[in-house]
């Protein structure tokens, strides 16, 4: 059996918003339950109030103008405004308002659908308040900022933005504002880095000159991220302007200055891919022009991969031996059993497999200069020797008796604090007075900062041509990972970065992977408190990794790289216990 329909009033009444009939001439005919609960009143009673009793003060011109409007024309309308409650607070409604004709075509009634938007008007107003605070914000930024679509629809520009050009939102807006902003040089690049990137939601940056509403370009850093929907995709992009001139100006004039700088070793022929302007760099080589005309002993210290066979090169081209050779030993890469005869040479049949006679290279080195490398690395029997030829400047061939005199300059270099050597017995002190004449110290990268960028557009220049590839500029993100980067193998880790990047980088613009130079440090104590607990077992633990390595400390398979700490770390523990690691070698 099917259920009759209810009464069209129970209907209205269950309809979700407020609801009332009007006469033609504005009389209050009916009102659903729910516009009798809002109020608070009665029919009877609403029909006494004004339209000043319910309307919010702020909304009553517009609500009233287009009442008049809706009688004068006949039209329908809807209206956005705001209705007090019977608790006194106002809420927003939205107003439907229908004319209802009889036969005639003539307005009888009024039918008005009120519907609570008032959540939704709040949030809008509370989006239109972050809106606001959020361009205040961006308006008081230094930088300028732009937002715009992946398909570089320009949506808004901070007033940095547009206190630099000149221009408006407006202006901004229009097809050629890329056009007119950017620098004719450098606008190929930046539509092509556009072109690529702003459908990808790949964040990148590049360092262009935007024109000013003086006329005049300035450098700046402009980086662009992106706005992600749900699926990962870009729906807005935030680029920010910073700008850079004064550090390109800095860069500028350090780039001539270095070039002043290699003009004038150039012209010396004495600073050959010594590359820097620093002031520790500077002291160095003010050091090197003042000792090279001279025959004094130089010793080289610094750590491993500053560049310190380069400062002896430089000393001996600028010194009165120049057209002689310059003879290189690097010791610790010699087994100590056969050091002395690369020295000093042999006679035939001084030892086992001597078929014939060989010079050594002090020998070889007569006239010029001799650089021995590593020299810390020398066993006590070998230092003993290398006195007697600072001393003498004579020394026989190994199984010969001839006395050889030799006029040789010695330089020197170590990694190894050799005072501390000294201290520990592992170096003759006698000898160390005769290596320590005149000390040069060189500065590890970290603290020659201001030298990075040169050498690295000094390496990359250099290995993209060794290659026959052309890099336009340098990624500042690379940039600033170079200068931040400790280099723990200072330049000489420096030069294998950039030479395998060069040989990986297909693009104008030359970056590393950062991954490269985020190496784990590791932690010797660490290490050591997992193997022992005391500070004899640690000394056991040295003594056993340094004859698993045959005594030595430094390369991939010595005692530094098993137990996974530094060099310089390693040897001063091997110091203070007074390990003689020597006895270690075959």
């Known amino acids: 059996m099917v259920q009759r329909g209810r009464e069209p009033s129970e209907v209205i009444d269950n309809i979700p918003g407020l609801i009332v009939i009007l006469t033609a001439d504005g009389t209050l005919e009916f009102i659903n339950r729910r516009v009798a609960e809002y109020f608070g009143r009665t029919l009877e009673q609403l029909r006494e109030w004004t339209i000043t009793d319910s309307i919010h003060p702020d909304d009553l011109a517009h609500t009233a103008a287009t009442l008049r409007r809706a009688v004068e024309t006949g039209q329908p309308y809807q209206l956005d405004h705001r209705f007090r409650h019977s608790d006194g ?20 009634r009024w039918c008005v659908l009120f519907t609570d938007i008032h959540e939704r008007k709040t949030a809008e107003e509370k989006l239109r308040q972050d809106e606001r605070e959020l361009r205040e914000i961006t308006n008081a930024i230094p930088d300028g900022i732009h937002v715009f679509s992946p398909d570089r629809t320009l949506f808004y520009v901070n007033k940095t933005a547009l206190d630099y050009s000149g221009l408006t939102l407006e ?20 539509l092509e880095d556009q072109r690529e990137v702003l459908t990808r939601a790949i964040p990148f940056d590049h360092e262009i000159r935007l024109r000013g509403k003086d006329g005049n370009y300035r450098w700046f850093l ?15 992009w935030y680029a920010t302007a910073t700008d850079i001139e004064e550090r390109k100006r800095a860069e500028e004039r350090t780039r001539n200055e270095n070039l002043a700088l290699r003009e004038e070793i150039t012209r010396s022929s004495m600073f050959e891919e010594i590359v820097g302007s620093s002031q520790p760099l500077r002291k160095v080589l003010d050091q090197v022009a003042r000792v090279a005309p001279t025959d004094s002993t130089v010793l080289i210290s610094g750590e491993t991969g500053t560049g310190k066979e380069l400062i002896a090169r430089a000393i001996h081209r600028r010194s009165n031996r120049s057209a002689r050779a310059f003879i290189g030993l690097n010791c610790g890469a ?59 400047r004579e020394f026989e061939r190994m ?14 270099a170590t990694n190894r604090d050799l005072q501390g050597a000294v201290s520990a017995g592992t170096f003759r002190q006698d000898l160390f007075y005769r290596l320590n004449v005149f000390p ?55 030069q294998n970065v950039i030479e395998r990047a060069v040989v990986l980088c297909d693009e104008p613009t030359f970056s590393v992977d950062e991954t490269w130079l985020k190496r784990p440090t590791a932690n010797f104590d660490s290490a050591i408190s997992r193997l022992a ?54």
Do not use: C
């Open 222 to 236: 402009v980086r662009y991220n992106p706005l992600l929907d749900d699926a990962g995709k870009p729906i807005r």
């Open 171 to 190: 202006d901004a807006q229009r097809e050629d504002y890329v056009a007119r902003l950017v620098h004719p040089d450098d606008l190929q690049r930046v």
């Open 440 to 494: 040069i110290e060189m500065p590890p990268l970290r603290e020659r900062t201001d030298d990075v960028r040169l050498l690295a557009e000094y390496m990359i220049d250099r290995y993209a041509k060794q290659v026959g590839k052309r890099f336009n500029n340098i990624m500042s993100i690379t940039l600033e990972l170079f200068q931040k980067y400790p280099w723990p193998g200072n330049v000489r880790e420096l």
């Open 399 to 412: 199984g010969g008796s001839e006395l050889l005199k030799i006029d040789v300059r010695v330089l020197t």
């Open 89 to 108: 607070a106002y809420r927003w409604f939205h107003d439907d308002a229908l004319p209802i004709r009889d036969a005639d075509n003539r307005i009888v």
């Open 533 to 586: 607990s005391s500070t004899d077992n640690e000394r056991e633990l040295i003594e056993a990794t340094l004859a698993e390595s045959r005594g030595r400390v430094s390369g991939p398979s010595g005692a530094s790289a098993k137990l996974g700490i530094p060099r310089q770390t390693l040897e001063s523990k091997i110091l203070r216990f007074g390990i003689n690691k020597h006895r270690f070698r075959p």
């Open 334 to 392: 010699i087994p100590p059993s056969l050091i002395a005869s690369e020295l000093f040479g042999y006679e035939k049949g001084a030892f086992t497999g001597a078929m014939q006679r060989r010079i050594g290279r002090f020998e070889a080195a007569d006239g010029g200069t001799i650089f021995l490398d590593e020299v810390g690395e020398l066993s006590m029997e070998t230092q003993i020797a290398l006195l007697r030829v600072l001393q003498e």
